[in-house]
């Protein structure tokens, strides 16, 4: 089924009204990031996506949208998203790509 496919802020469409650092976690190897989002009814599952320079790391959600003509929406969803980086956070910074702001997170 063919779908379009558009970039989304992780800020703008991680679960919960506050984008907390509940919704975030960088795992103990410093690579793994693990995030909670939500997404509409019309789209599916989005990717998480890391783009790593050696100042920071920008997150991006790749949206796939899933409606069309004859298509019906189903319910949206909520689920955890990983993404594995090529070398580890710190010190770098862990940013929104579509804003620029920086992302809350936690350490497991």
Same mark, same amino acid.
């Given at each position: 089924?063919?779908?379009? @496919?558009?970039?989304?802020?992780?800020?703008? @469409?991680?679960?919960?009204? !506050?984008?907390?650092?509940?919704?975030?976690?960088?795992?103990?190897? !410093?690579?793994?990031?693990?995030?909670?989002?939500?997404?509409?009814?019309? !789209?599916?599952?989005?990717?998480?996506?890391?783009?790593?320079?050696?100042?920071?790391?920008?997150?991006?959600?790749?949206?796939?949208?899933?409606?069309?003509?004859?298509?019906?929406?189903?319910?949206?969803?909520?689920?955890?998203?990983?993404?594995?980086?090529?070398?580890?956070?710190?010190?770098?910074?862990?940013?929104?790509?579509?804003?620029?702001?920086?992302?809350?997170?936690?350490?497991?």
């Amino acid at each position: 089924m063919p779908y379009k @496919r558009r970039d989304a802020s992780v800020l703008r @469409r991680i679960a919960l009204a !506050d984008p907390s650092t509940k919704n975030t976690a960088v795992a103990a190897d !410093d690579r793994t990031i693990t995030m909670e989002v939500s997404w509409s009814g019309c !789209d599916y599952k989005p990717d998480l996506v890391a783009r790593e320079t050696d100042k920071q790391v920008a997150l991006l959600l790749k949206r796939r949208d899933a409606s069309g003509p004859n298509i019906g929406c189903e319910d949206g969803g909520i689920a955890e998203l990983t993404v594995v980086l090529r070398q580890p956070l710190r010190p770098r910074s862990l940013t929104d790509v579509l804003t620029g702001e920086p992302v809350p997170y936690t350490h497991a």
